[in-house]
């Protein structure tokens, strides 16, 4: 979702509504399914600066889960979260995940890779090259149905790329691709050299231990190497203002950075912070779609009904890009480097 990608594009393009009714039941039947195990859930500190739960207020709840908010960085997690078996299951058992993989992902597929995956690809490239980074391997890590991995094959920036996909449908779906797959977790991934870029792409919120992940791709990044990561920012605009009616507070994501407590994360494991950006493309079509369907009242928000209802048509897009452009886009990428 690059900012400079030129072509706006809408939030339906990329989840059908047809078929998101069907996905909502399958959506429903996961979370029933992961809250049946809560007992198995585990309290734990800030991801970002390891603060305890005493130094945490609580920040919202959904689906009875409880989301909080880190005084010490501003950080959202949930806690307590499901232990790393019950992720693991959950993912694997995810009824959600199979109905993506079967017929979200296909049927949007086309306009994914137009709209979010080849200008993601292109901001790589740039970066890469911007950075002056090495072009030998590029890891791409939950890699999902493969579609970046494609695109940035296909641009020829690296002369290898590794898709990272433990979920098998996800993993088949990418072999399918011609893509060279790793069937595996982060954790046991081994390889024959150190990967000059990382990337993983709305993963970090998903994991019980982002920390542990960061500290894994620092330790298989060649000297020099970049990692590039995409995640929520819980200061961003729709987020913000619909706290836990907005999509992004879910069952799955149990960590909730912005551009400073994800820097301080990535620095505290001995990377240096090259940027962070937030260059989402849909948080004012998301907050206008919610007053729309009256799950946000913008009676009281003058400002906000001019420019989401009244004055969509003008003033949505340039509203948008501000957001964007000052760090108030609820979607983030952070770029850091291994010295
Ligand atoms: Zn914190």
Known sequence: ???????????????????????????AADIERLLARRDEFVQVPCPACGAGTEEAVQA????????????????????PRPSPDVLDEYY????????????IFPASED????????????????LVERL??????LLEVGAGFGTFAEEIQRLGVFDQVIAVEPTPDLAA????KGLEVVELPIERVELEQPPSAVTSFETLEHLFSPRAFVERCFSLLAPK???????PNIRGFDVSLLQAKSSVVDNEHLNYFHPSSLSGLLASCGFDVLETTTPGELDAELVRKAALAGEVDLARQPFLQRVLL???????????????QNGLSTHMWAVAQKP
């Open 1 to 27: 979702m690059s900012s400079g990608s030129g072509a706006a594009f809408s939030e339906t393009d990329i989840r059908p509504d047809a078929l998101m009714g069907e996905q909502s039941a399958r959506l």
């Open 60 to 79: 919202l709840e959904k689906y009875t889960l409880t989301f909080l908010h880190c005084r010490r960085c501003g950080t959202m997690y949930m806690s």
């Open 92 to 103: 694997r058992e995810s009824e959600n995940y199979a109905y993506w993989n079967s017929h």
């Open 111 to 126: 306009v994914r890779r137009v709209k979010i995956f080849r200008p993601r690809a292109e901001r790589v490239a740039d």
């Open 132 to 137: 002056g980074a090495e072009r030998r391997l």
């Open 173 to 176: 779906t990418c072999r399918a």
């Open 225 to 231: 190497g970049i990692l590039v990561l995409s995640c």
């Open 310 to 324: 009244d004055e969509w048509e003008s003033l949505g897009g340039p509203f948008q890009r501000f957001l964007a």
